[in-house]
């Protein structure tokens, strides 16, 4: 019954192209996108409408209507309802939803570089073939802020493992070219995806801003953290201590390798010293490491006692990882997870140069990380958590 209903539909469609031809492309379009949704929703719940089945899923709740900007003018569609326990939003308006967050991103972007509200109305009639008012364009952004807040402060869970670093981008204050500190931190989830747990941006003391972001993570319900990883900075190391008491801390080794470069005496010893570290760090497990440890310590007493006695004192900040699965350890011992995300932002953030106040860098950012935690989070699993015991 529901195939022939949905045919019925399809041919009353064309049959209103073929009288009408482009006048009524449009009602075409929205028959057909509803008849498309209706049968997407009998698909999910495994039942037809009015169908009695012991495989359904849940039931038919009627539908809400939704009026969508297309480039066939202004659309009012009839999207289906559920009810029983099953979550249902049509795909075709799925879609619809990213290109419409690509473009409030689009806006931002613009924004940041003082882009006109009437120049971004102009590029968005010719980018999408839709007439923009700057007033709409400003409501635009007032949602984007909104919707990026939203997402700031939604709820966390259980983060097994959390990797904190921070950036740097200039901002205009009272006249003043300053940093302003861009901190972000991401987790290793228990299904073992990645996600970005948040991002803060402000002007303050390295210590009291790093405190209140780990405070606004654990007030948002991040919880169940087994490791966090992050560099040696003052301020974050005093933070960590203060917020997450008792957690084990992997201290990066790329940039405790590039530390340890300061204490060696003379230019052409740097290279061994970074391969006797690197010997360290590829050991099997951690008693193999510590043993490794000691030779290179003693190796560097006489020709470089300074950073025999740092390696000594800062060393083994670094071999946390080794109490972990040896299959997480190797995407685990650096922050280059963040890294990279910090590379891609500075890609987009780098043509504005400069920020004309902690808002705009605060949108642009934000915008960037929430599209990059939603990949994560829908992508390929990043490591195996069967065998980490949660």
Known sequence: MTH??????????????????????????????????????????????????????????????KTVDTRLGEMTFQVPQVRGGVSFYPSALEKGLRSERA?????????????????????????????????????????????????????LGSIPYVLLDARYEKVRQNGNVISCAVLIAIGVNEDGRRTVLGVSCRLSEAELHWREFLTSLQERGLHGVKMIVSDDHAGLKAARTARFSGIPWQ?????????????????????????????????????????????????????????????EANLAESLTVFQFPAAHQ?????????????MELKRRTRVAMLFPNEKSLERLVTALLMEVSEEWETGKVYLNMKTLAL
């Open 103 to 155: 473009l409030k991103l689009a806006i931002a972007e613009m924004y940041v570089q003082g882009v006109s509200t009437r120049k971004v109305a102009a590029i968005m009639q010719q980018m999408c073939g839709l007439d923009v008012t700057s007033t709409q364009v400003s409501r635009a952004a007032a949602d984007l802020d909104e919707e990026l807040e939203k997402w700031r402060q939604r709820p």
């Open 4 to 65: 022939q209903a949905e045919t019925n539909s399809v041919d009353t469609a064309l049959q209103l192209l073929a009288e009408n031809g482009q006048t009524e492309l449009a009602a075409a379009v929205r028959i057909i996108l509803n008849s498309a949704m209706r049968l997407e929703r009998s698909q999910v719940l495994a039942a037809a409408p009015y169908e009695r089945t012991e495989q359904r899923l849940g039931y038919a709740n009627g539908f809400k209507p």
């Open 330 to 342: 190797r995407r685990l011992r650096t922050t280059n997870a963040v890294e990279r995300v910090n």
């Open 251 to 311: 201290r990066c080794q790329f940039h405790l390798q590039q530390n340890a470069q300061a204490h060696v005496p003379r230019m052409e010893q740097r290279a061994q010293v970074g391969a006797d570290l690197r010997a360290i760090f590829n050991a099997q497990d951690r008693q193999d490491a510590d043993e490794r440890a000691k030779k290179v310590i003693a190796k560097w007493s006489k020709p470089a006692p300074k950073l025999a006695a740092w390696l």
